[in-house]
């Protein structure tokens, strides 16, 4: 309700939502939509089938298999990749806000609500600091933030997958924050020796307090775990010797009843000192420097104390409220003072031809807390490949200092353009030309033409001509034949000729007839009674016109009377075959002969009827079949040969 009467938080929380409406990624919770009423500011999000990913851990005993864990932080870092390619930065990763679905899938929710919220700083209360067990360094202390507050707030979540335990714990919010800033905690094979020094490595570097020596960008980070899951025993490129400042200090215990609060005391960020570095990669030499450090601060609790023990839990009580009014201080100083010394005005400076980690390492980005997005790669012949081609705003632009001015977007080179040229395309057919010319992005234009040369839908010519430099969007011609230039042919009518007639009306005028055969109780048979198209229509030479014909009445079918006589029943006892079989009866069926059409003018053909000839003719192919009336009993194998070669056989049921 606080925030609510805040306009500016409103507005703030508003903008942020609609930013991360534009979202869209399958490790990310969907953002349908963004609202306002008089009394309330919502958002409509995806319905997520599902449990937290603390939860889920929860279930499974507080920690996690290696493998689970590698499973599971390269989908958040998927998720975090896709969030700050586009300039927006969670500020709240942890197991509370990720989704674990039904099927494995993780899905980064709560994504801008972070960043709204923690623009009113007026009050660090015990409710403010629910998420500072997992807050960067830069967070506790109220500085600048970027992305790579996020990887390390995903650092802290895969610790707690691989060990169960939190890195830091303590009595207070502010006792926690304070050990992010100031100390380095137990690597994750102190506690589940198990863990691949790989995965160890990674979770350390997302965790390092110094963020130049953090992973650059959530990317960074996805290269490193996919190389591990390759090989789990893969050399990478970094030591774990060179996270932090190493200055070797005794182990203390921050909490007796916490058992998850180990970590070290930090002078500079202290860090481990068991590790030595080795060519390809860190290797763990002494476990038990970390044993006798942990043994010797047992010994020393209990020597005799030279204090009174009712002294104690005074000192106790008195350091606990220092250490409180210490955080305290921090926050409001970063607060109150914390834009003092910052210019009233942000000099954009050049960063075109520097990688993107020489440009975070300038001066000038760093000194104005420039946050620095990498945008889409851009073709350059200028930048070599990873140089920064280009950079909004661009170098010399003045701007006022707010935060989000402090946004710089690069562009890095994808080196120089390949010159696209125009194929050469006079050997093709259409459907190759156009293959081509899609696979290449090159937009295309088709014209028809004829041509007595060129064979039909095979291109004639394009323009412009093979070899030619093309511009981006340009649109190209191609021409293609339709074959040779056909004279158009006046369909004559067909109606009341004859059969006979209209193949040879159909030969005269160059086209070709194909006959269908019905039976009509208006025209006698071989008269034709239809036509498809229709006469005076125009149609291409060689085009074929359908007539219909009549084959006259319809029969009627009888069965022959037998002339012998009806065979008495068969009395009791008799067997099948005690009477003689009656001839089954016989019938005429019509069927029809499919003529070749390959150029040939006439054809033998020949039709049997089981071991019978019942046709034997040559024809002429102008049309494409011819109806042939057959008379048979039962069921006979028919058998059709064209020019000596069976064409085709079944089996008729007369």
Do not use: C
């Not at 170098?395 to 080179?413: A, H, K, P, Q």
């Amino acid at each position: 309700e606080e925030l609510a009467q805040d306009a500016d938080i409103r507005r703030r929380f508003h903008d942020e939502s609609q930013a991360v409406a534009m979202l869209s990624h399958p490790n990310i919770v969907a953002v349908y939509d963004v609202s306002r009423s008089d009394e309330m500011d919502y958002i409509v999000m995806e319905l997520i089938e599902g449990i937290t990913l603390k939860q889920y851990m929860q279930r499974k005993g507080g920690k996690l298999s290696w493998k689970e864990s590698l499973h599971f932080i390269t989908q958040i870092m998927k998720a975090l990749s896709h969030a700050h390619s586009r300039g927006i930065i969670h500020r709240d990763i942890k197991p509370h806000n990720v989704m674990v679905l039904q099927d494995g899938t993780l899905k980064v929710a709560d994504f801008g609500i972070a960043r709204v919220t923690s623009a009113n700083q007026s009050t660090m209360t015990q409710e403010a600091l629910g998420s500072v067990h997992y807050i960067s360094p830069e967070q506790a202390r109220g500085s600048h933030i970027d992305a790579r507050s996020d990887i390390y707030s995903a650092g802290v979540v895969l610790y707690e997958m691989l060990t169960g335990r939190l890195p830091y714990e303590g009595d207070s919010p502010v006792a926690v924050a304070i050990q992010h800033i100031n100390s380095v905690p137990l690597s994750p094979r102190e506690l589940e020796p198990d863990i691949p020094e790989a995965l160890e490595a990674i979770t350390m570097k997302a965790m390092a307090s110094d963020v130049n020596r953090r992973y650059i960008s959530a990317d960074a980070m996805l290269e490193d775990l996919e190389a591990f899951r390759r090989n789990p025993d893969v050399d990478l490129d970094f030591k774990m010797a060179n996270l932090h400042d190493t200055v070797d200090e005794p182990t203390q215990i921050i909490g007796a009843n916490s058992p998850s609060s180990i970590t070290r005391s930090q002078q500079r960020r202290t860090a481990p000192n068991h590790y030595a570095s080795t060519e390809g990669g860190t290797t763990r030499i002494d476990r038990s420097a970390v044993r006798a450090r942990t043994e010797q601060s047992a010994e020393a609790e209990e020597l005799p104390e030279e204090e009174p023990r009712s002294r104690g839990p005074i000192i106790a009580a008195v350091a606990a409220v220092l250490i409180f009014l210490f955080g305290i201080g921090i926050f409001v100083y970063s607060t109150v003072f914390g834009s003092a010394g910052k210019p009233a005005q942000l000099n954009i400076p050049d960063l075109t031809g520097k990688t993107l980690e020489e440009a975070m390492q300038l001066e000038e980005v760093i000194s104005q807390n420039l946050q620095i997005v990498e945008g889409d790669p851009i073709p350059s012949s200028e930048y070599p490949e990873k140089e920064i081609a280009a950079q909004d705003p661009v170098s010399g632009t003045r701007l006022s200092d707010t935060e989000e001015n402090r946004i710089v977007t690069v562009n890095l080179s994808s080196g120089p353009e390949e010159k696209l040229r125009m194929p050469d395309l006079s050997e093709d057919t259409w459907a190759q030309a156009k293959a081509r010319l899609e696979n290449l992005n090159i937009e295309y234009e088709k014209k028809e033409e004829a041509s007595e040369d060129v064979p039909k839908d095979s291109v004639i010519r394009q323009d412009p001509a093979a070899d030619t430099e093309l511009k981006e969007g340009e649109t190209v011609t191609v021409w293609v034949s339709t074959g040779p230039e056909e004279n158009p042919v006046t369909v004559p009518s067909f109606l009341t000729q004859t059969l006979e007639t209209a193949q040879n009306m159909a030969r005269q005028a160059g086209l070709k007839l194909q006959v269908k055969e019905v039976y009509d109780d208006t025209w006698p048979e071989k008269y034709v009674i239809d036509q498809d198209p229709a006469a005076n229509t125009e149609l291409a030479e060689g085009g074929t016109v359908v007539i219909t014909v009549s084959k006259g009445s319809e029969p009627v079918e009888s069965t022959a009377p037998s002339t012998e006589p009806t065979p008495p029943p068969e009395g009791p006892g008799e067997g099948e075959g005690g009477g003689e079989e009656v001839p089954p009866a016989t019938s005429t069926k019509r069927i029809s002969v499919d003529l070749p059409q390959d150029g040939r003018e006439k054809v033998h053909v020949r039709v049997t009827v089981g071991d019978q000839t019942v046709y034997d003719q040559e024809v002429e192919t102008s049309f494409q079949s011819i109806p042939l009336d057959i008379t048979g009993s039962g069921t006979q194998q028919v058998t059709i040969y064209i020019d000596g070669l069976e064409d085709s056989a079944y089996p008729l049921d007369f």
